[in-house]
């Protein structure tokens, strides 16, 4: 089990950049792979992007690729979603969450995932 805390949300507007941070703890967590999902309010949680601890394998949905991009520290134990030209769209609670998975099918899938954070609100303007 890992414990997971994110950070940096915020209310920017349409066209700006916003950093993600999710602070990990727990034993062997560089065994897992993390992931970022949203919500928005009536939606279901949606896969956003994935990552292994040493950078050299990540996922992105259709949606965010080439806007955001995820990226790990493992001197800091933090994984991040930096998320630039952001739309109204975009507008969810974002959530830090660990799988054993390795895969894209179930990387991708929330229920692969076996721990998750508060998650930190994003909301962007038009």
């Known amino acids: 089990q890992v414990q997971l805390v994110e950070s940096g949300g915020g209310l920017v507007q349409a066209g700006d950049s916003l950093r993600l941070s999710c602070a990990v703890s727990?034993?062997?967590?560089?065994?897992?792979?993390m992931g970022w999902f949203r919500q928005a309010p009536g939606k279901e949680r949606e896969f956003v992007a994935a990552i292994n601890w040493s950078g050299s394998t990540t996922y992105y949905a259709d949606s965010v690729k080439g806007r955001f991009t995820i990226s790990s520290d493992n001197a800091k134990n933090t994984v991040y979603l930096q998320m630039n030209s952001l739309k109204p769209e975009d507008t969810a609670a974002y959530y830090c969450a660990a799988t054993v998975f390795i895969d894209y099918e179930r990387v991708r899938t929330m229920k692969s995932y076996h721990d998750w954070g508060q998650g930190t609100q994003v909301t962007v303007s038009s």
């Open positions: 727990g034993r062997t967590f560089s065994r897992y792979r």
